[in-house]
Every structure is written in C-alpha cells, then in structure tokens.
C-alpha cells in the first residue's frame, strides 16, 4: 500500500468555513484510503459539523486553534502575533512533519507569510512561488509567480520555469510542458529589463522546454503551459482573468435580459452555456500551489465550497506520490552544487 | 467659423488599406466642413480609391509616398531608411505644420518610434505615452501607457496622470476623471518599488483626481477612469483584454452550437448579443491617441474598417478644438518651471 498523505487543513479559511471544509475533507477520507486529516481551528465549531457525517474516525484528527487571521490583517504582523490562529497551528504541523501539506481558503497573504517563514522554504529556493492554474481556450496553463514578492531576479524567474514544469509534468500530465516568459512582443530582445536578462538564462536551462516569448493576448489561447513571469506582472495577469469574465458574463447576461425573444432563446442556451463555463473552472484541480516549499502548502479560492477542498485533498495526494518537493530539490540544488 | 483641422492618413497602413482608409476619410470630409485630410501612400492606387466617392476635393489631398513599412519590419530601422514611406511621410506633414494630426493603422512599432523621433516631444514631456481607450462595465477608461518605453520612471507616472486626465476630461468629457495607479492590492504601502516611488508623488500632484492604488481585478469594473502604469503592464493589460475576451466570446459561441435547443437559443440571442458587444467597442471613440508630441498621432487597429478611421478623423478634430496640446504642455510645462 501507497504511503498516507497527511493533510492539515484551516478549517476556519474562507467564506464557507468550517461548514464547507469540514464537508469536503469528510469526503475526501471516504473517497481515499490513504488520506489522513487534521481539521484545524475552533474545536467546538469543528466537532458540531463533523457529527453530520459518518467517516472513518481513525483518520481525521481535531487540533484546536482558538484564534482567526482576518481577512483585512496585515498579514506579517497577524502571522507573527497570532501563534494559536488555525493558519499558523496548521503550518506548524508541516513544519514539525506531522502534516504533509497544508491548505487554507483564508488570506492570502497570511498563508505566503506563513508559508516562508512558519513552513520555510527548501534550501536553495530563493523564493517560494504561488502557482494557480488559470483556464485556456485548450485546458489550463501555470501562471508563476503571482505572489506576495514582486521585484523578481532573472535568476529567481529561472527557478519558477523549473519548478512549474515539474508541477505541470508530473502533477497536470502535460508531457515536456512549454514554457514562455510574458512579454510585449514575440521577438527576443523585446521586453523590460527583468526580462531581456531572463531570456538568454531561460534560453540556455536544459531541465525545461522553453519556447520563448509569450504576449499577454495568447495566454488566453493556451500557448504555453508554464507562464513564467514576476509577481506583479502575474498578480495583474490572475486579478484581470477574473475581473474581466465576470464583467464580460455580467454584461451577456444583461443583452440576454434585453427583450422577450432573447429572454426565451437564454433559457434554451443555458444548459450548454453552463457545460462550457464549467470546464473553465479551475477549482476541478485543487487550489494554487505555494511552490519550493519544505512541504506544500495550497490556497484555495475564499469563496471554496466542499469540492474544491475535496479537490485539494487529492491534489496533496498526487503532490506527495510525485514527490514533487524532491523532484523541485534535486533540480533547484542539481543547479548550484556549490551550497 | 472654428478652424480647419488638418489630419494625415496613412492610406497604406492596416489590414484594410487604401479601400478602407480612403471611405473614411471621404466619409468625415463629408460630415465635418471644417476637416481637411492628406491621404498619404502610394498615388495611383488611392486615387483609384477616390474616384468611387463625391466629396469636396478642395478638402482632400493626395500625398504620394512610394514605400510602406511592413509589419514585421523593426520599428526604428524602418523609420530610419524608409524615408518615402506613409508613415515616414504622413507624420512630416505634422512636424513641418502642415497638419494637425497623423493617423495610421499599420505598424505599432513604426508609429510610436515615428512619433518620437520626427514629430517629436513637447518640451518638458519625457516619454510619450500611448493610450488607448479600454471598455468596461461603466463605459471606457483610459490605459496608460501601453507604449514601447517599458521601465518608466515615477515621475514619468506623474506625466502620464496629468496626460491622461486632460485627455478624459476634454476629449471623453469626464468630468474630474478619477485616476488610479494599478496595484497588486489597495493599500498604499503594497505595490513594486516603481509603485511605492509613484504612489505619493500621484498623491500630492493637485492638477489631478487620484484615487489610489486600482487592481486588475477592478479594471474592467469601470473603477477608475484613467489607469495609470508603465508600459509592459499596460501592454499586459491591453493584450489580455483582447486575447481573453475572444477566447471567452469563442467559447461561449462553442457551447452554443452543443446542442439542438442550444443552436435554437442562438439564433434568438443573436440581436441582443450583438448589442451588447457592440458597446464593448471601444473604435466607436477613434485610435489610441500618442500623448505628450508636438501634434497628435492616433493608432487605430490593424483590422480598421471605414468607421474607426471616421471616428478617428473626428477624434483629431476634437482634440485640436479642445487644445489638448496646449493644456497638456501648459500642465507639463509648469511642474518643471526652470525649464
């Protein structure tokens, strides 16, 4: 048998919490043997959602956490004050190997915080990258780094095009995935600064397939797998995806409402409108990984239900049974062998 | 009576030249008494274009120019050695005072190099910034800058505020247009160095309405109306807004064929659509106007049709009847006194 993945996760993160976690990592456990959780928050909050399901009681685990990080918190000074807070008990089973990974639908910026400094990243990693798949128009891509640290090093961005093309080979299946870095036009000596000295560093790493450039315009397209790029950058690329389909739907959905013959023809289309906006929903994958790591540690969506918690749950398996934080080791420190 | 306006064509430029140029042009010199347009390209095949039309010939002017400088080409080498070309040419007349403004919708490159290097800065503007017009739920905001100078410096930021706000107010007719400087998060203290350096210079700068740091994510809500950044940013911006909404509009099409019933829906949709989009259409206002030169030049899209280069004639018009130039520099010109 395949060895147990342990999973800590905030059950007081996000907008549905500790109902929706609770519910999600009950079903995990039923669905998979070798998954073990701890629930970690409030305890009396936690135990009256878990006595609505039966599960296997071996293997999920209660650690009270009496304190919450808001949302509006800076996230430095909550990470620092808040030790009994379910972000900072639930980091520390990681980091104490307790837990394998570690998962949270609450504030982002507690858990990048939380991640680098509770978790602590792998010796060698200059940076831990946060990585969420955003949907193309042929299946998903990984945008890295859309994090906390803006103002990346070139060198720093050839870390990120590694330890994506490990996350997308060996956990999404895309074989010698590509890699691009964005930038403002296709041709090599276009770019900023950041860029023009990543490129020939890019260019010159063997452990990944780079094919260049890639323009804002054709990530939507899909044209590459791994979406290299500076924090800033990315956190623009990630924030307008979600601002711009949720005005662009916003607005079909008015024109829909704009006379009677319309009003009829929406309510035919609105089955195979759903099918299609549903295979752009990213949350089918789990959440967005915080890579380089001494453990994983993933934020899911605020607004997470139960199946995107059950989704991370397994994406957690899959990272621990791809080895992934090894696979990220050895080629992070293949590449400086003098440390 | 109000004073001519003079505007340069590039009758070579863009997908659809000369037909498409030439039947804009002749269009605006028909609705506006007091346009005067040069039709700036090789002679023979925009005089085969005109003799389609009925217009007031005293109002319309044929420059011949016998090169075109193609898409592909480097923007500053073809400004260099194309000397007879449209572009090259066209924005001569501006330089020289013969015209107004220089419009074309061929090479981006060309234009902004073009722009720089023979029509030139108003003194004391340090870059020129491009700015197109981006639709959003509330109607368009201005980007700025989207142009090929990345790295800006904050106070080229500064610049570009008080650019963007004459032309939103005077042009647009937004009444002490709101401006915001795009950020990863709202608060003053987050952002890159570049950000942190620009935010309190926008804050103490009297001539304009700032309103702080704007995210991706409030962009397409219509938050601000003049979305300050550096060019790489705004480059991404730019290009995403057009790459993700065509994939979002194709796979929305995609669904829409799924099914019988669904194919049915379309067909009554369809109208109510295409109202809808239509006002997502940001041509309807003219090109991307280029800020802060001594006269003024407007990209229009390479796929320009009669209409967008109509609407950009008049754009030229406007913005010659509202001196944005004199404004711009009066405003540029009275930071940097010493001067």
């Known amino acids: 048998m395949a060895e147990v993945t342990k999973v800590a996760l ?18 995990a456990v039923l669905k998979e043997e070798k998954v073990y959780v701890y629930l970690v928050g409030k305890e009396e909050l936690i135990r009256a959602e878990l006595e609505k399901y039966e599960y296997d009681k071996a293997r999920v685990e209660v650690v009270n956490a009496t304190e919450v990080i808001e949302m509006a918190e800076s996230p430095v000074s909550a990470i620092r004050r808040k030790k009994d807070s379910s972000i900072v008990a639930g980091m520390k089973l990681v980091r104490e190997g307790k837990a394998d990974a570690f998962v949270s639908a609450g504030s982002t910026g507690a858990v990048l915080v939380g991640g680098q400094v509770i978790v602590g990243r792998i010796k060698g990693v200059d940076r831990a990258p946060l990585a969420p798949l955003i949907p193309t128009a042929r299946g998903f891509s990984l945008l890295i780094d859309c ?6 090093r070139a060198s720093h961005l050839v870390q990120f095009a590694k330890m994506g093309s490990i996350y997308m080979e060996h956990i999404m299946g895309v074989k010698d995935p590509k890699v691009g870095i964005v930038n403002i036009g296709a041709e ?33 397209k899909g044209a590459v797998d791994v979406i290299v790029c500076e924090a800033f950058a990315g956190n623009i690329i990630l ?19 704009a006379s009677l013959r319309s009003k009829i023809g929406a309510l035919l289309i609105k089955p195979a409108l759903k099918e299609t906006m549903k295979a752009f929903d990213s949350s089918e994958h789990g959440g967005a990984p915080l890579l380089g790591l001494n453990g994983l540690v993933v934020k899911t969506h605020g607004s997470s239900g139960a199946k995107e918690i059950y989704n991370t749950v397994l994406q957690c398996v899959d990272f621990k049974d791809q080895k992934i934080s090894e696979r990220i080791r050895d080629c992070i420190q293949a590449a400086a062998p003098a440390e």
Chains 1, 2 share one sequence.
């Open 10 to 27: 905030d059950a007081m993160g996000g907008d549905n919490a500790p109902g929706e976690v609770v519910k999600g990592a009950v079903e």
């Open 147 to 152: 994090g906390a640290n803006v103002d990346a």
């Open 188 to 220: 090599e000596e276009k770019g900023n600064a950041l860029v023009k000295e990543a490129f020939p560093l890019l260019k010159e790493t063997k452990e990944i397939n780079f094919v260049g450039s890639v323009e804002a315009r054709d990530i939507p």
């Open 239 to 257: 924030k307008l995806y979600e601002g711009l389909s949720s005005v662009l739907v916003a607005k079909i959905k008015e024109g829909l409402m």
